[in-house]
């Protein structure tokens, strides 16, 4: 059974600084993060191949960098200058090649003065 394990969502202040991290059971091809608001279909932040590739949602290039740790099955996130429109429900997700998707539980963003 596969389990993804996030932290690291919490507030903070409009222009302020958060880091994700989310641990897998196995290592898997792809991995990366998508965010949901109530109302909202699931939105691409950010996502990392196993090689380094990267893939960004417009929204967040030049604010978020993602980056993974292959020999501890671990992606981050690095969400700066954050903003209000940021505020989601942050869930990680991985993949492998022709594979299932998996997702995590998910971790609440909250960006607010």
């Known amino acids: 059974q596969v389990h993804l394990v996030e932290s690291g969502g919490g507030l903070v202040q409009p222009g302020g600084s958060l880091r994700l991290s989310c641990v897998a059971s196995?290592?898997?091809?792809?991995m990366g993060w998508y965010r949901q608001a109530p109302g909202k279909q699931r939105e691409l932040v950010a996502d990392?191949?196993?090689?380094?590739?990267?893939t960004y949602g417009d929204s967040v290039k030049g604010r978020f960098t993602i980056s993974r740790d292959n020999a501890k099955n671990t992606v981050y996130l690095q969400m700066n200058r954050l903003k209000p429109e940021d505020t989601d429900l942050y869930y990680c997700?991985?993949?492998?090649?022709?594979?299932?998707?998996?997702w995590g539980q998910g971790t609440q963003v909250t960006v607010s003065s």
């Open positions: 997700n991985s993949h492998s090649v022709g594979g299932p998707v998996y």
């Open positions: 196995r290592s898997f091809y792809s």
């Open positions: 990392i191949t196993s090689g380094g590739v990267t």
